[in-house]
């Protein structure tokens, strides 16, 4: 009777576990060093994202200017997950069991997944990034305990390959990174952003003369498109993009975008 008793409370707690899993505890794995994004994220196709309780409460930045929920977009985050990501063009990852899932919207603005595209993940992996691209599903950046990030994306028949080629080793005492999309990386120090880029022959290139001083209350940047990253102060995300060109930082603030209370 003491032995069934035990099994039927291990049984319970179980069910009490899983059921705390699938609930409001879903956050943007990609910003798990940012508590205060913890429930933003950024799916592409110029949208923001809000995590709230069991759904992703999407909004889009129109002609006129303003930043308007979009019903139509709003997305069911399945039970029992790990933690979202948002892999740009419209597209949004979930973590189950060490397994990304990705979902996309359909003509008919339902939400889909196709099982040939689960992603397995490597084991003792640290953290998962997505390296947004232009005009297709970006890059699953996989950190691992040895400070290096590893780039996977899909080849032509729709399999999951790490790119040999693109290992980015961490420099040393950084406080984050971030990815800035179309092989751009970002790492942030003393307040400060600094951007590495990609080159054809597979070297990591830093641009000295990009650093960008973050403001005082930044509390979370965020990738939103290539090439754009959003700094969040205050309970507004003001957007950022380089302009390599003339070597500076252009301040969009007509898109800032305030959080909203759902």
Not at 44 to 60: R, T
Request: glycine share 6%; aromatic share 12%; with cysteine.
């Amino acid at each position: 009777m003491p032995l069934l008793r035990f099994v039927i409370i291990l049984a319970a707690s179980t069910m009490l576990f899983s059921a705390c899993k699938d609930n409001s505890l879903s956050i943007n794995v990609e910003q798990i060093n940012s508590p205060a994004a913890h429930k933003i994220i950024t799916p592409g196709m110029s949208s923001m994202g809000i995590i709230h309780e069991e759904k992703v409460f999407a909004y889009y930045f129109n002609e006129s200017g303003l930043w308007l929920p979009d019903r139509d977009s709003q997305f069911h985050i399945p039970r029992g997950n790990d933690g979202l990501l948002g892999m740009g063009m419209g597209t949004i990852a979930v973590l189950d069991d060490d397994q990304l899932y990705f979902f996309n919207m359909n003509a008919s603005l339902q939400w889909e997944t196709k099982h040939e595209l689960v992603m397995p993940l490597p084991e003792n992996y640290k953290r998962l990034s997505a390296m947004k691209m232009p005009w297709q599903r970006g890059a699953v950046c996989i950190e691992d305990n040895e400070g290096s990030i590893h780039f996977y994306y899909l080849d032509e028949k729709m399999k999951w390959q790490r790119d040999e080629t693109a290992t980015f080793k961490l420099p040393a005492h950084i406080d984050d990174y971030l990815m800035m999309g179309s092989m751009e990386l970002a790492i942030i120090s003393d307040n400060k952003l600094g951007v590495y880029q990609l080159d054809l022959t597979g070297n990591w290139l830093f641009q000295e003369d990009m650093v960008l001083i973050l403001p005082e209350n930044t509390e979370a940047l965020l990738s939103f498109e290539p090439g754009t990253i959003g700094v969040l102060a205050q309970g507004a995300i003001h957007f950022y993009e380089p302009d390599y060109e003339n070597r500076y930082w252009i301040i969009d603030d007509t898109m800032t975008f305030q959080i909203p209370n759902l």
